[in-house]
């Protein structure tokens, strides 16, 4: 399977190569999609994770001094949902994974939407109006920082979630996670 992501994430990187900068991140999509599909499969084989999504946030200018993310793909395992959308760096796990530059998780075992929200709040600075806006059930994430080539800015951030409130403390999940997530850093940093 993991083979199988990368032949997927080198014939992206190919197409990519042929298009011009305006294009839409058709191959940035291609390559968050088949991490999403091999975690995707890997839990279903394992009764582990229910309804994963995986997305691309940018760093919105400038690099040095960042504020704010944007969402420049839209969801994989959604129904085409989500580009577009902007966050403050200063709300949420991708927020935290840029400020920080390190993968960072979420487990909430809150047991109603309500209780999650407030979490939201609480520990992961949305302010209310934030977090209702937020789609409902995501009880786990995982956020991965993806930096320049330096190493010293951030650039974007691959984000996961789904409904399975642990789905990002087993170690298999964040063993292929980290492996799809090098893989798309390697691209991202290649081609933007």
């Avoid at 209780?115 to 520990?123: F, G, K």
Wanted: proline content about 4%; overall charge negative; some cysteine.
């Amino acid at each position: 399977m993991v083979l199988s992501a990368i032949v997927r994430i080198v014939i992206a990187r190919a197409e990519d190569q042929k298009d011009g900068p305006d294009v839409v991140h058709e191959g940035l999509y291609a390559a968050v999609s088949a991490v999403h599909t091999l975690l995707s499969e890997w839990c279903t084989k394992r009764r582990c994770g229910a309804d994963i999504r995986a997305t691309f946030h940018r760093v919105v200018p400038p690099i040095h001094e960042p504020q704010e993310i944007e969402q420049i793909i839209n969801y994989a395992g959604a129904n085409g949902e989500g580009v577009g959308r902007t966050f403050s760096i200063h709300t949420g796990i991708t927020g935290r994974a840029i400020r920080s530059k390190k993968p960072l998780v979420m487990s909430s075992q809150d047991g109603t939407e309500e209780q999650l929200r407030t979490e939201l709040v609480r520990e992961w600075g949305y302010t209310e109006a934030e977090a209702r806006k937020l789609g409902p059930g995501r009880y786990s994430a995982m956020a991965v920082p993806v930096l320049d080539r330096s190493g010293q800015h951030p650039i974007g951030v691959i984000y996961f979630d789904s409904s399975d409130r642990a789905l990002f403390e087993r170690d298999d999940v964040v063993e292929i996670v980290g492996a799809g997530a090098k893989a798309i850093s390697d691209f991202v940093t290649k081609r933007y």
